[in-house]
């Protein structure tokens, strides 16, 4: 059966710090990866999307790398800050019509 | 360029009653996806629909529960004779096709009594 599955249901880190979160994927073939940010009583926001001829791609302080042969994606967050404080989601194409699968979720605390 | 748009954000129902959840999609959008949240969990697919089309319902009870994304008008999740434990926050996106990213509402919660 297909899984996506997220490191740990929680992750704590100092301010200042580098964040990594990891998601990986069973019995899927996507072409694409999309990492997204949920905030308590809010919908998802989208982050980051990467391809899967693209090994890395960074916006700001944000950097996702994509391994298709260990089928994983790595969400960095650098210089992490208390506002990062969110749950982040990644998500996968089902069927690579963009219907499209969540993982649990990773809930991040960055603490001052 | 309004978001998407969810009504009524909270919900309540009596066990036995009928739960009507709207979503309006971002202008231009013609893809819509429900899912459902429970407190602490990830979210869960029910349904992805096109324009009058249902894409992928693998993930909606079939008793019960049905949704439509007509021509015109918002696409709706409707959940018949509801039961406590339909109890959740249940979410909306829409995305413009091919590999778009989704843009989601702020959910409606509905809580059955």
């Known amino acids: 059966s297909q899984k996506i599955e997220q490191n740990s249901e929680a992750l704590n880190i100092q301010e200042g710090k580098t964040a990594t979160l990891t998601c990986n994927y069973t019995n899927y073939s996507p072409a694409y990866l999309q990492w997204y940010r949920q905030d308590p009583g809010r919908g998802p926001v989208f982050l980051l999307l990467?391809?899967?001829?693209?090994k890395e791609k960074r916006k700001e302080r944000l950097k996702v790398t994509f391994d298709t042969t260990l089928k994983q994606s790595l969400f960095h967050i650098t210089a992490s800050q208390p506002a990062d404080s969110a749950t982040y989601l990644c998500?996968?194409?089902?069927?690579?019509?963009?219907?499209?699968?969540f993982g649990a979720g990773t809930r991040l605390t960055v603490k001052p | 360029n309004a978001g998407v748009m969810q009504n009524p954000r909270h919900l309540v129902r009596r066990r036995g009653q009928e739960a009507r959840l709207r979503c309006s999609p971002m202008?231009?959008?013609?893809?819509v996806y429900w899912y459902r949240q429970l407190p602490e969990e990830g979210l869960k697919f029910m349904v992805y629909?096109?324009?009058?089309?249902?894409?992928?319902e693998s993930g909606m009870p079939k008793e019960r529960f049905s949704a439509e994304f007509p021509k015109e008008g918002p696409s709706i999740l409707r959940i018949q004779q509801v039961v406590r434990g339909d109890s959740a926050a249940y979410f909306c996106?829409?995305?413009?096709?091919?590999?778009?990213?989704?843009?989601f509402g702020n959910g409606t919660r509905l809580t059955v009594t």
């Open positions: 202008k231009g959008h013609s893809h």
């Open positions: 998500a996968l194409d089902r069927g690579n019509n963009n219907d499209m699968r």
């Open positions: 996106a829409s995305s413009a096709g091919g590999n778009s990213p989704l843009h």
């Open positions: 629909l096109q324009k009058e089309n249902i894409i992928d």
């Open positions: 990467i391809r899967e001829n693209e």
